[in-house]
């Protein structure tokens, strides 16, 4: 199978490992994986802060570079849910402002085609057991697009569950917003700020060594509330987990 790696702004930028680590474990799952170089913005942050029209030449980007691909897949649940979620309606929009169907057959062939990484190991590969090891104990926090606009479930659980060496304990509130929502945190600050330290708090209750998500964004304010509460926990994206070997460990 040939997919295309959609690693995202944000990895791209600040945390280049959650890609490597994606590459590194569909290719352990026999995956031929393709990282095409003419990747850009897939319009969230523009959408999402009101420049709908000036996010629709990224949507025809993200679709001329990835529309050849059997299965696009992401490290990242919101830009997944702007793809599958937000795309279409994109095209409707423009379709029910008189702009024609032109958008909507060209961001098309990309909907259904792109997955989040544990939707693509899980409904895709059909496997749960990936051959993982990462002897920590570990809590969850499933991010807001993966769980209300992708319905991933129980998806990474079951993946985590199946990591040996793994201990995974309950996160009180975890279906509760950590506060981050892209421009939210910064027009909110107040509000974003005492989301993410509840976020914290529960997340230290556990007594757990590590936070996982499926989503580097969200991780990035749950990681910088846990250095200014001064917590002794790590944030680490599930992509690193599941990359970890006992041959070759994340430390």
Known sequence: ????????????????DTGRAV???L???????????GQTCCGQAHYNTGYRHEAEPLARHFSDVFGE??????????????????????????????????LARTLAPVVPKTYELTEFLVDVLGVTDVGAYYPHTVTY???????????????????????????????????ECC????????????????????????????????????DNSCLMHIGGTMGRLNTGMRPVHIA???ASTEEEPLV
Request: hydrophobic share 40%; with cysteine.
């Open 141 to 175: 926090h499933p991010t807001c697009h993966g769980l209300r606009s992708l319905g991933l479930g129980d998806r990474p659980r079951r993946l985590l569950q199946a990591v040996k060496g793994l201990e995974l304990r309950e996160l009180p509130g975890a279906d």
């Open 69 to 102: 691909y059997e299965a696009i897949v992401t490290p990242s649940g919101s830009c997944g849910a702007m793809v599958r979620e937000l795309y279409p309606r994109m095209g409707e929009r423009a379709r029910t402002e008189g702009r024609g169907d032109t």
């Open 27 to 37: 290719t352990r799952l026999g995956v031929d994986v393709d990282f095409p170089m």
């Open 1 to 16: 199978m040939r997919v295309a790696l959609f690693l995202t702004c944000v990895n791209d930028t600040l945390y280049p």
């Open 240 to 242: 690193e987990i599941l």
């Open 23 to 25: 590459v590194k474990l």
């Open 179 to 214: 506060g981050f929502g892209g421009t939210f945190a910064v027009k909110n600050s107040d509000v974003s700020a005492a989301m993410g330290a509840d976020k914290v708090r529960n997340a230290e209750s556990t007594g757990a060594d590590v936070l996982c998500a499926a």
